[in-house]
């Protein structure tokens, strides 16, 4: 079957670093996601790995290990705003438009 | 440009009726996917919409049902309403182009909240 696994919920301290782990197990890799969804709101691209290594992003990187079937989304320098869920989504090699998702992480930042 | 527009924002309807949700894809976007996301869930793919034709759909049955308009939006109708219909309806558009691999980054509406009572 077809699975992504994430971290339900995490906690960090404003201006710190957060890692938000992410596996999945697919039929096919045509590319992994990370996207931002803040409560009532819609969700919103943050990045895009189709091969392994490391995606820097302002203050925002994420990680594909495509042999391990893992990717993290590292966050920096956290502010308030961060505070949000934090979607993980694969493209299988069947059809690159149906993205399986993760169920989100939901961040927390505390002052 | 434009975003994706969704209406309406929040909707509430009875058990077997039906419901009508609409989509405005953004500029320059030729693909419309519907995602029906449940509360502290990831969103599941229901189906896209691409030239006006259904190209690919997930794991829903027929009562939930869709149409493209020549520009580019879309509209998701799901008939006999369930308890278990009550979610947030995202659309999503991305561009496509034929013979183009890697996956497209979609671009989300703040989407449809339904409650069926």
């Known amino acids: 079957g077809q699975n992504i696994d994430q971290p339900t919920e995490m906690t960090a301290t404003e201006g710190a670093i957060v890692q938000i782990n992410c596996t999945y197990q697919?039929?096919?890799?045509?590319?992994l996601f990370w996207y931002q969804q803040h409560a009532g709101e819609a969700p919103t691209f943050l990045s895009y790995?189709?091969l392994d290594g490391l995606e820097e992003k302002g203050r925002f990187s994420s990680f594909l290990s495509r042999s391990k079937g893992y990717s993290y989304l590292l966050l920096k320098e956290l502010q308030m705003k961060d505070s949000a869920s934090y979607l993980c989504?694969?493209?299988?090699?069947?059809?690159?438009?149906?993205?399986?998702w993760g169920a989100g992480t939901k961040l927390i930042i505390k002052p | 440009e434009t975003g994706v527009t969704q209406s309406p924002t929040h909707l509430i309807k009875t058990r077997g009726q039906q419901v009508t949700l609409r989509c405005s894809s953004q500029s320059g976007h030729n693909t419309v996917s519907w995602y029906q996301q449940a509360l502290g869930q990831g969103p599941q793919f229901i189906f896209q919409y691409y030239r006006e034709e259904e190209n690919g759909r997930g794991n829903f049955p027929p009562r939930f049902s869709g149409l493209q308009f020549p520009n580019y939006s879309s509209e998701l109708n799901v008939n006999a309403l369930e308890l278990d219909d009550s979610a947030l309806y995202l659309c999503?558009?991305?561009?496509?182009?034929?013979?183009?691999?890697?996956?497209?980054?979609?671009?989300f509406g703040a989407g449809s909240r339904l409650t069926v009572l």
């Open positions: 790995n189709v």
């Open positions: 999503a558009s991305s561009s496509h182009r034929d013979g183009s691999s890697g996956a497209n980054v979609l671009t």
């Open positions: 697919t039929s096919g890799f045509n590319g």
């Open positions: 989504a694969v493209s299988g090699m069947d059809s690159n438009y149906q993205l399986i």
